[in-house]
């Protein structure tokens, strides 16, 4: 079984910053691409950044330049830097993996974490 915890969500104003964090444990060979996406009240959940294994990333274009993925492969987690925020990025942040177990890849997600950007 695997799991992954997120962290870091919070209230914050605008033009603040927060840092999310995921962490994956369990019966983990490999992960490949990570990813985060959120989900505002009333709309479809949206990726809103990703990365590699070899530390390959795309962004949504309403994020670009705000934004940074990372992640650290020892660790099996992946962050995500959220600069200069905006009332328009609250939402339920989750984090996915696409972990390998037992020599298939499996998708997995976060519980989620709120991120709410007062103006």
């Known amino acids: 079984q695997v799991q992954l915890v997120e962290s870091g969500g919070g209230l914050v104003q605008a033009g603040g910053s927060l840092r999310l964090s995921c962490a994956a444990s369990?019966?983990?060979?490999?992960?490949?691409?990570m990813g985060w996406y959120r989900q505002a009240p009333g709309k479809q959940r949206e990726l809103v950044a990703a990365?590699?294994?070899?530390?390959?990333?795309n962004y949504a274009d309403s994020v670009k330049g705000r934004f940074t993925i990372s992640r650290d492969n020892a660790k099996n987690t992946v962050y995500l830097q959220m600069n200069s925020l905006k009332p328009d990025d609250t939402a339920v942040y989750y984090c996915q993996a696409f972990v390998v177990v037992v020599g298939n890849e499996y998708s997995y997600w976060g519980q989620g974490t709120q991120v709410t950007v007062s103006s």
């Open positions: 369990g019966s983990i060979f490999s992960i490949n691409g």
């Open positions: 990365v590699t294994s070899g530390g390959r990333t």
